[in-house]
Structure formats: structure tokens, C-alpha cells
């Protein structure tokens, strides 16, 4: 299935079910992380507003970093420590991070100058994160906890996608 038409939502949590049921049918029958996390990246970018990047960077438990994964924007950071900018400390502490002004966040990472805001939330297996969904906006504020819940359920459908397919180095 191929998404090309703007979503018809009449609320943003109208908004968040219809993108969930899109990227649900989006990834269903595919086995491959890669190529789902693919059309899950670019399934957010087409339909969120106001956003410059989004993608996802996995886990390297070998060197206790994130890589980088599949992503729509500009290129981007390849490697980020845990611990380190926003992506970093939500896997530290294993919880999602919403920054209204990335440029007040301690050790936030620029990949993008033109990013103002984030949101970056944990992909986890059994207790685990093995990445992380990271999405910046070009506009301080542009996240809010109604887009936290509603992209926390996009990330679930990430975290199934590696669970069909989770590479060795993650296991």
C-alpha cells in the first residue's frame, strides 16, 4: 500500500488513530525491520506538520551508542552515546523526552540547525531499548503529550517490526 493523500482528521486524536491504522497496514506481512522502518519514517514525515526530521536510530550494545537507522530529512548524526543529547538520555532512562527548545536541552547534538524541538521515544524488547523513534521540528513547542501518545503508538509498531525481524547484534 502506498500512502500519497493527506490524512481527513477532524481531531488530532482522529489524527493519531488514522496515521496508527495507516502505518499498521503499512508494515503488515513485511518481515524486514529495515524496509518498515523505512516507510514508517517516511509514512510521519509525509503526514506530520511542521516537522524536519524523522527517523530512527538502533541501538550498538557492543559500543553503548545509537546508530543510525532509517530516517527522512537531512543527513544526520551517525553515532550518538548513551547518555548524550536527547536521543541518548531517553535511552538512559528508558523513557520518551519531549523538548519544546532543544537549544536550552544540556549537550543537545545539532544535526539540523534548523530544529527548535524534539520528541524522541525508547524502542524496547524485552525490557530493553534497542532504539529510539526521533522526531524534530523546525518550531519551539511543536510537540505536545496528545502527539506523545499518539506517536508513542506509531513507536510500538516500530518495536513489532524489530521483534518479526530483530537483528543478532540486538538479541
Known amino acids: 500500500m502506498f500512502v500519497t493523500e493527506r490524512l481527513q482528521a477532524t481531531s488530532k486524536d482522529d489524527f493519531y488513530?488514522?496515521?496508527r491504522e495507516q502505518a499498521a497496514h503499512l508494515v503488515a506481512?513485511?518481515?524486514?525491520?529495515?524496509?518498515?522502518?523505512?516507510?514508517?519514517s517516511a509514512l510521519l514525515m509525509q503526514h506530520l506538520s511542521d516537522v524536519n526530521w524523522v527517523g530512527f536510530y538502533l541501538t550498538d550494545p557492543k559500543r553503548d551508542e545509537l546508530v543510525l537507522g532509517p530516517f527522512q530529512g537531512l543527513p544526520a548524526c551517525l553515532r550518538i552515546p548513551f547518555g548524550r543529547g536527547v536521543c541518548g538520555k531517553a535511552v538512559a532512562e528508558k523513557r520518551p523526552l519531549l523538548v519544546a527548545d532543544v537549544?536550552?536541552?544540556?549537550?543537545?547534538?545539532?544535526?539540523?540547525?534548523?530544529?527548535?524541538?524534539?520528541?524522541v521515544i525508547p524502542?524496547?524488547?524485552?525490557?530493553?531499548?534497542?532504539?529510539?523513534?526521533?522526531?524534530?521540528?523546525?518550531?519551539?513547542?511543536?510537540f505536545d503529550n496528545s502527539d506523545l501518545l499518539g506517536l508513542e503508538?506509531?513507536?510500538?509498531?516500530?518495536?513489532?517490526?524489530?521483534?518479526?525481524?530483530?537483528?543478532?547484534a540486538l538479541a
Open 103 to 119: 537549544h536550552e536541552f544540556p549537550g543537545h547534538i545539532a544535526c539540523d540547525s534548523a530544529s527548535q524541538s524534539e520528541v
Open 123 to 142: 524502542l524496547m524488547q524485552r525490557g530493553v531499548v534497542v532504539g529510539v523513534l526521533d522526531i524534530d521540528s523546525p518550531l519551539k513547542s511543536r
Open 29 to 40: 506481512g513485511e518481515p524486514n525491520y529495515i524496509a518498515n522502518l523505512s516507510n514508517l
Open 17 to 19: 488513530r488514522q496515521l
Open 153 to 168: 503508538y506509531c513507536a510500538k509498531i516500530a518495536e513489532q517490526c524489530l521483534t518479526a525481524d530483530i537483528p543478532e
